[in-house]
């Protein structure tokens, strides 16, 4: 259990460090803007390369770290020997190996578009998106794979109680978050703030996440209390 609450303040460092670097990526104002690809287009061309350069370093760094904030969960599972726990495992892994590397493909696309398009129209905004596909489609592809792996396994695990965690906290999951972060940005205009909330669903999302769970597990030095505790209600 102190090793769990170690690997989540890891984790909640990573959170907020990948939250500034989808802060400078694209917290940028365009509230010109008519559509989310003339948007995306007008924040490109403001973003400095400074910037860029600096929310790939920081999601780099931060989404590793964020992925073993996750891990944690995994020193909880009752039965980590089981299918279930092999598979959230694995995503994690996955996670960890990947998402700083899809994190820094997504500021090179920004970085494309920033020198690439002036008229903010579809198809340069597809011209652009067109000669990285290379790299994007293969990457994105996998990564969604072990994104969705990821998600649907701890949602499981907490929801069936393998874990020492409570099965009601099954609602803290990366893509119940992204979801509900995405709906409320897409309430508000095209500023800065809005932007950066877009941009930023999955890094505050963790950041919400493990601070639930460091939160139950601070109470427990041991998975043993933790049992006793829910026993005694």
């Given amino acids: 259990m102190e090793k769990a609450k170690r690997m989540l303040y890891l984790g909640l460092f990573g959170a907020l460090l990948t939250m500034v670097g989808d802060i400078l990526l694209l917290g940028v104002d365009a509230t010109e803007a008519g559509s989310l690809f003339e ?3 007008v924040v490109a061309g403001r973003v400095s390369c400074t910037r860029i ?9 931060g989404i590793p770290l964020c992925a073993a904030g996750f891990l944690a969960l995994d020193l909880s599972v009752l039965d980590r020997g089981s299918r279930l726990a092999r598979l959230y495992r694995f995503g994690c892994h996955g996670y960890l ?6 994190h820094v493909a997504c500021c090179c696309l ?16 597809l011209q652009v998106a067109g000669e990285q596909a290379g790299l994007l489609i ?8 072990i994104y969705g792996m990821t998600v649907v396994t701890m949602l499981l695990l907490v929801a069936r109680r393998k874990t020492t965690l409570p099965g009601r906290m099954w609602v803290w999951n990366p ?26 669903n999955m890094s505050l ?3 919400f996440i493990l ?23």
């Fill in 211 to 233: 601070m639930a769970w460091l939160t139950v597990l601070t109470k427990y030095r041991t998975a043993a209390e933790y049992q006793m505790g829910v026993a005694e209600g």
């Fill in 97 to 102: 190996a990947l998402g700083g590397v899809v």
């Fill in 138 to 145: 293969p990457l994105m592809t996998v990564w969604e794979v």
């Fill in 39 to 41: 948007a995306l287009a």
């Fill in 110 to 125: 920004v970085y494309g578009i920033k020198k690439n398009v002036a008229d903010g129209t579809l198809a340069s905004l």
């Fill in 205 to 207: 999302g963790a950041f």
């Fill in 175 to 200: 893509l119940v978050f992204k979801v509900l972060i995405n709906l409320v940005a897409a309430l508000g205009p095209w500023n800065a703030f809005f932007n950066g909330l877009r941009c930023s």
């Fill in 53 to 61: 350069g600096l929310a790939a370093f920081f999601g780099a760094v």
